[in-house]
């Protein structure tokens, strides 16, 4: 099972920033968020992890809690083109004997509006 | 460089048949993972191929299998199709050894009538 918790669905503007909350609150020390999203009949695209420290890249940043037990996807300006279902992972990285297994979960389904 | 290959994009079969689908990964990638995904069921893990072996396994029937090749392309075998085992076959392709992110390809969508 899936050891995320996301809202089914979620609506934004277009130009607005999304926010997209995850909760993990069983997360090891050692394990990373990940997140990906697929567009409709896409495979999964990454778009970005971290263990415990902010991150951000070209596509979004992450916010992870202090105490890790949740973190947020922000989209800054979401477009039509970023209507899709975001999934949230929590993942022992290989590097620490993890494996490359992805467990996902539902998802949140996100849809941008013009 | 190329993405993650897979063969064929679509392919119906009847009940009681076998299929092959192939996977070719990034240069380089090590590491195949298979998903099965369905309305019913959203994405689930099939198997992980790392250096030609098997190193982890989801929970699905002995009818599904799989290989890797020494060139690191995978193949995943049904035998004996079930309507249930209609969906959408996806590969991701990884290093295999470090903390990065999965190529996935665009899937492989299997209709059995």
């Known amino acids: 099972d899936a050891k995320t918790t996301q809202p089914t669905s979620m609506d934004c503007a277009e130009g607005r920033a999304a926010n997209l909350p995850c909760n993990h609150s069983?997360?090891?020390?050692?394990?990373?968020v990940y997140w990906y999203r697929q567009i409709h009949s896409q495979g999964p695209q990454y778009i970005i992890h971290?263990?415990?420290n902010n991150e951000t890249n070209e596509m979004a940043s992450l916010i992870i809690t202090e105490d890790r037990k949740s973190s947020t996807l922000i989209l800054p300006h979401a477009t039509l083109r970023d209507t899709a279902v975001y999934y949230c992972?929590?993942?022992?990285?290989?590097?620490?004997?993890?494996?490359?297994?992805?467990?996902f979960g539902k998802g949140t389904k996100l849809t941008v509006n013009p | 460089k190329a993405g993650v290959t897979q063969t064929p994009r679509y392919l119906i079969k009847t009940r009681g048949q076998q299929v092959t689908l192939s996977c070719s990964p990034i240069?380089?990638?090590?590491?195949v993972s298979w998903y099965q995904q369905t309305p019913g069921q959203g994405l689930q893990f099939l198997f992980e191929?790392?250096?030609?072996?098997?190193?982890n396994k989801g929970n699905f029937p002995g009818r599904f299998s799989g290989r890797q090749f020494s060139n690191s392309r995978s193949e995943m075998n049904v035998s004996t199709l079930e309507l249930g085992d209609s969906a959408l076959y996806l590969c991701?392709?990884?290093?295999?050894?470090?903390?990065?992110?999965?190529?996935f390809g665009q899937g492989t969508r299997l209709t059995v009538v």
């Open positions: 991701a392709s990884t290093p295999g050894q470090q903390n990065t992110e999965a190529f």
């Open positions: 971290g263990l415990k």
């Open positions: 191929y790392f250096s030609e072996t098997q190193r």
């Open positions: 992972i929590v993942r022992v990285a290989p590097t620490q004997g993890g494996s490359e297994k992805l467990v």
């Open positions: 069983t997360i090891s020390g050692n394990e990373y």
């Open positions: 240069s380089g990638h090590r590491s």
